[in-house]
């Protein structure tokens, strides 16, 4: 797969990781509508079990979706491959890939300089208001390279120029 010149990391999702968050949420779904269609309880129980149920099969398809688009590291922003912004570089304030941190498994959290919105690319990435969370079903090895690269660019304070 071509990578843009100026991309400075990738990370995509583990597929084991992808199949396997996709396949439980699937299943779940699945169980939840037998339960529904196997009877014995009131209308209201059959109903709930049968949201639920869409519910979580809307949550797999969406997971599945959102986990065949890369996040990419460019000079001047933190992006998905089809060009969304998760967020621009300069207004990035901090990386924490910390143990205690209240991160995505195997990822990490950006904290903005100023809210950007609520967004969400299941098993990939989040953003509320000032954070950033990037992981999930991704590989660890390329959110740690991908976070000490950005780590970095805050050390050296070249991100406020966006160089």
């Known amino acids: 797969m071509d990578h843009a010149p100026d991309t400075l990391a990738r990370l995509e999702a583990s597929p084991p990781r992808r199949i396997f968050a996709a396949a439980v949420l699937g299943g779940l779904a699945a169980l939840l509508a037998w339960l529904a269609a196997a009877g014995g309880g009131t209308l209201a129980g059959v109903l709930a079990?049968?949201?639920?149920?869409?519910?979580?099969?809307?949550?797999?398809?969406?997971?599945?979706?959102?986990?065949?688009?890369?996040?990419?590291?460019?000079?001047?922003?933190?992006?998905?491959?089809?060009?969304?912004?998760?967020?621009?570089?300069?207004?990035?304030?901090?990386?924490?890939?910390?143990?205690?941190?209240?991160?995505?498994?195997?990822?990490?959290?950006?904290?903005?300089?100023?809210?950007?919105?609520?967004?969400?690319?299941?098993?990939?990435?989040?953003?509320?208001?000032?954070?950033?969370g990037v992981g999930g079903v991704t590989a660890g090895a390329q959110a740690r390279s991908m976070a000490d690269i950005l780590a970095l660019r805050l050390a050296r304070g070249d991100h406020k120029a966006g160089s």
């Not at 979706?65 to 992006?79: E, F, Q, Y």
């Not at 967004?119 to 208001?129: L, Q, T």
Request: aromatic share 10%; glycine share 14%.
């Open 49 to 132: 079990l049968l949201a639920l149920a869409a519910g979580c099969a809307f949550a797999a398809v969406s997971l599945w979706r959102a986990t065949g688009c890369a996040i990419v590291l460019t000079g001047d922003a933190l992006r998905e491959e089809g060009g969304r912004v998760l967020a621009p570089i300069s207004s990035i304030a901090a990386v924490d890939r910390g143990m205690f941190a209240a991160k995505p498994s195997g990822g990490f959290i950006l904290r903005l300089d100023h809210g950007a919105g609520f967004a969400w690319a299941p098993g990939m990435w989040w953003r509320m208001g000032r954070r950033v």
